[in-house]
C-alpha cells in the first residue's frame, strides 16, 4: 500500500540508499574473500577445522572504494564510474526539487585545522515553489590528501540532517557539527611521523563537501594542515595499535596500485596451518595483564558473602547511582561468589537469574533487532511488533524516526510478558541493533545491519538506543567485531589491518557508545587475528572501556562452542556467558585476580540491572521510565477530573428537575 501511494505520487519519497549499488557485485574489492566462493575449501585451512576469511581490501568498503577508484582513474574516471556504478552511496530520489546554501560555516574557509577545531555547517534548505512538499536529506563529506604513507579514501561522511517537511517555497537552515577526530585516520606503524602511531591527520589540503550524495557534489569549503595532527593530543588515554597480529601476511589493497593489489584467493601453501598459529587459536589467554601485585587488585575490595542471607543494601538503592559510587562495595561484599558466577558464567540465556537476598529479580532479555522476538527463548513474547529491518530504517536517515523505533521498543518493554503471570514482567534487555557492516551485498544477515559506512550505522544504532534506555531497555548492540560474514562465522579467523578495524568496523560501536550512551554490548562469535573476540582484554577493555569510557555489561554470543571459554571472557571484560547449560566453575576463590574479575563482571551486569525497567517498584519512588510522556499523563487527568466533574454536575442537574413541581 506505501509503495503504490509513492509511486502515484500521493507520498513525494525522501529516502536514500545506504549502500553504494555496483553494476557487477563480482568487481567489489571484497568479492574474492566473502563466504564460501568457488569451493568448500576456500576458506578452510588445509587440513584443519579452522576457516578464515581475509579483509584484504583494508578501508576499501563501498563508497570508499568506487568513489577513491573515479578519482584515481583521472581522464577516464566518468566513464569508469558509469560503467561499474549504478547508484551512488546516498542517492535519493524526490518529486520536487531543492536548492542548498551554506549560510554560515566555522571555521571560515581556508583555516588551519588543529586537533581543537570544532566544525559548525548551517545549511539552507529550500523546496522550489513549484514543486510538492517534501523532505530533503543534508550529507557532508570530506575529501582527505593522499601522500602515499598510508592508505586514505577519497572522501568520508561526517554528518548529515533529515529535514522536516518543507512546503513549495519554503525555506529552514540546519546546522551539522563534527571535529576533527570524525575523518580522521589511523596510522598503525608510525608512517606518516615516525614514532607516532594512532589517530591523525596528515598535513596537505581538505575540502568539506556538500553532497546530494557520495558522488554528486553541490559546493565545497576548504580548509588545511601544515604539519601532523594527533588524538587525542594529550589526553589520560592515548590510543596505541594493539592489533598488529591480525595483520601478519595479509595482502592488502592499495590505491597506488589498484589492480597490481587486488585481493585474490588464497593459494594452496597459503592455507597452510602452521603450529605456531594452530597453538595461538587454542590459547585460551585473554591477554589480562593484571597480576595479584597490580595496583586495582591490591585496592580493591575482594570481600564476599560466605552465605547467602538478606543484605542490607539492597539493588534498588543503587537506582541511578554513579558507577564509582562506594555503595556498590558494600552491595558487591553481601554476594556469595557462587551467585556471582550463576549469574554471569553459567545461565545467562536471554535474561540473568534472580538474586534474591539483594532484591534482583529474574531479568528477561529478548533478541532482535527487528523487534522482540522469542526466538530461542524459554520465555513466550507475547504481543509485540515486527519492526522495519535496519536497512530499511537507515534508508530514512531520520535520527527521530530511529530514536522513535527505540522509544517503542522501550514501551513494548516495559509492559513486558504480563499474561504469562509470571514473576519476570518487564523485557528488559534487547539484544540489538546489529552495528556491524555491509561489507558486501552477499553478507548473510545485511538485513540486520544499517549500512556499509560506520558513521550513518553508528548515528542511527545511537539514537535507537538512545530512545529504548530512557524507558529502562538496555540494548546489546551486536556483533562486537568484525562479524560480517555468516558463513563458518563460529571461530573464523578474520585477518585485516587495524586501520580498517578502526575505521571502517569499530566506528559504529564507537559512535553508539560515545552518542548514544550504550551501556550493553555483544560480542561474536569470530575471532580478530587468532584470538576470539569475547575472550580478547584489548577489544573488550582496552577499547572498549578504557579508550570509549564504555560502562556497562558485555555479553557472549551464543556460547556453545569450546573455544567460548568462560575464564578468557570474564579476564578479558566479558561479564556475562550467554548460554542455557551449566558452565564449569572456573573461579579460584583463593586467587585474588578471580575475585577481582568476577566481582567486576557482577558489578557491570548489576549496574544496567539496577538502572532499567527491571527495578521499577522494587524501591519507594524508583521509576526507571513511564510508558507514556508525563504532558499525557497530565492530560489523561485533567480529561478523567473534567469527566468526573461533568457527571457530578450531571447528578445535581437531574435531581434539581426531579425536585421541580409538575
Known amino acids: 500500500m506505501a509503495l503504490g501511494k509513492i509511486l502515484n505520487g500521493e507520498v513525494n519519497p525522501s529516502g536514500r540508499l545506504i549502500d553504494t549499488y555496483a553494476k557487477d557485485f563480482t568487481e567489489i574489492p571484497s568479492y574474492e574473500n566473502t563466504g564460501l566462493h568457488g569451493n568448500n575449501g576456500t576458506d578452510l585451512y588445509t587440513g584443519s577445522s579452522e576457516h578464515f576469511s581475509d579483509y584484504e581490501e583494508g578501508i576499501y568498503v563501498g563508497y570508499r572504494y568506487f568513489e577513491t577508484r573515479y578519482q584515481t582513474e583521472k ?35 581556508n583555516t588551519e585545522i588543529t586537533a581543537e577545531t570544532q566544525f559548525s555547517v548551517t545549511v539552507k534548505v529550500t523546496n522550489d515553489k513549484n514543486g510538492v512538499k517534501g523532505k530533503d536529506v543534508i550529507q557532508l563529506y570530506m575529501a582527505l590528501p593522499y601522500t602515499g604513507k598510508i592508505e586514505k579514501a577519497a572522501k568520508v561522511l ?28 589511523f596510522d598503525s606503524y608510525g608512517k606518516v611521523e615516525a614514532g607516532y602511531a594512532g589517530y ?82 587454542a590459547s585460551l589467554d585473554s591477554g589480562n595483564p593484571l597480576t595479584a601485585e597490580s595496583n ?3 585496592e580493591a575490595d575482594l570481600s564476599f558473602a560466605r552465605a547467602k542471607k538478606t543484605s542490607p543494601v539492597q539493588l534498588w538503592q543503587l537506582f541511578g547511582k554513579d558507577y564509582d559510587d562506594k555503595l556498590w562495595d558494600e552491595l558487591l561484599k553481601n554476594i556469595t561468589v557462587s551467585s556471582m558466577f550463576e549469574m ?40 509485540t511488533c515486527l519492526y522495519a529491518s535496519e536497512c530499511v530504517l537507515a534508508a530514512t536517515w531520520n535520527t527521530e524516526l530511529a530514536e522513535a523505533m527505540g522509544d517503542s521498543i522501550g514501551n513494548e518493554g516495559i509492559v513486558g510478558n504480563a499474561k504469562s503471570g509470571n514473576d519476570f514482567k518487564p523485557y ?79 566506528k559504529g560501536f564507537e559512535i553508539a557508545v560515545k552518542k548514544g550512551n ?28 578504557d579508550e570509549w569510557g564504555f560502562k556497562g555489561a558485555v555479553i557472549t554470543d551464543f556460547a556453545d562452542k569450546a573455544y567460548m571459554n568462560n575464564k578468557q571472557m570474564t579476564y578479558a571484560g566479558g561479564d556475562i556467558r550467554l548460554g542455557n547449560l551449566e ?23 548489576l549496574y544496567i540491572t539496577a538502572n532499567s525497567a527491571a527495578i521499577n517498584g522494587l524501591g519507594d519512588g524508583v521509576q526507571v521510565s513511564v510508558l507514556m510522556p508525563y504532558w499525557q499523563i497530565a492530560l489523561i487527568v485533567i480529561d478523567c477530573v473534567i469527566v468526573f466533574g461533568l457527571a457530578v454536575w450531571g447528578v445535581f442537574a437531574v435531581r434539581k428537575l426531579l425536585k421541580k413541581p409538575e
Not at 166 to 179: A, H, I, M, N, Q
Not at 210 to 236: C, I, M, Q, R, W
Not at 429 to 445: D, E, K, Q, T
Not at 528 to 535: D, K, L, V
Request: aromatic content about 12%; glycine content about 10%; overall charge negative.
Open 344 to 383: 554471569c558464567s553459567n545461565m545467562g540465556s536471554f535474561g540473568t537469574v534472580a538474586i534474591d537476598y539483594i532484591g534482583k529479580i529474574k531479568t528477561l532479555e529478548e533478541d532482535g533487532p527487528n523487534g522482540f522476538s522469542n526466538f530461542l527463548a524459554k520465555n513466550d513474547v507475547f504481543d
Open 158 to 185: 561526517v554528518g548529515f540532517i533529515k529535514t522536516e517537511e518543507l512546503d513549495p517555497g519554503e525555506s529552514k537552515e540546519y546546522t551539522v557539527t563534527f571535529d576533527g577526530y570524525d575523518f580522521a585516520s
Open 428 to 506: 528488559s534487555g534487547w539484544y540489538a541493533p546489529g552495528v556491524n557492516i555491509h561489507r558486501s551485498p552477499f553478507g548473510g544477515r545485511n538485513s540486520e545491519y544499517y549500512s556499509e559506512d560506520g558513521v550513518l550505522t553508528g548515528i542511527m544504532a545511537a539514537n535507537v538506543i538512545k530512545g529504548a534506555s530512557e524507558k529502562g531497555v538496555y540494548c546489546y548492540m551486536k556483533h562486537f567485531a568484525v562479524n560480517e560474514n555468516e558463513t563458518h562465522r563460529a571461530g573464523v579467523c578474520t585477518w585485516l589491518t587495524e586501520q580498517s578495524l578502526r575505521e571502517v568496523y569499530l
Open 75 to 109: 581522464e577516464n574516471g566518468d566513464k569508469w564510474y558509469s560503467e561499474n556504478v549504478a547508484f551512488p552511496f546516498g542517492y535519493g530520489l524526490s518529486y520536487t526539487h531543492f536548492s542548498w546554501e551554506i549560510v554560515d560555516k566555522k571555521p571560515v574557509e
Open 583 to 605: 558452565g564449569k566453575n572456573w573461579v579460584d576463590t583463593s586467587n585474588p585476580v578471580d575475585v577481582y574479575m568476577l566481582k567486576r563482571a557482577t558489578k557491570n551486569v
Open 200 to 281: 591523525l591527520l596528515e598535513a596537505g589540503d581538505y575540502k568539506l563537501i556538500l553532497g546530494k550524495n557520495a558522488h554528486d557534489e553541490t559546493s565545497a569549503v576548504n580548509y588545511s594542515v601544515s604539519g601532523t595532527v594527533k588524538f587525542p593530543d594529550g589526553a589520560s588515554v592515548q590510543v596505541k595499535p594493539l592489533f598488529a597480529d591480525a595483520e601478519v601476511g595479509l595482502k592488502v589493497l592499495s590505491r597506488s596500485d589498484w589492480e597490481g593489489t587486488w585481493p585474490a584467493r588464497r593459494t594452496d601453501s597459503e592455507k597452510q596451518l602452521s603450529n605456531e598459529l594452530k597453538q595461538s587459536i
Open 518 to 545: 550504550a551501556n550493553a554490548v555483544m560480542s561474536s562469535f569470530n575471532r580478530i587475528g587468532a584470538r576470539w573476540t569475547g575472550g580478547d582484554y584489548r577489544l573488550l577493555t582496552t577499547v572498549l572501556r
Open 296 to 298: 586495582e587488585v591490591k
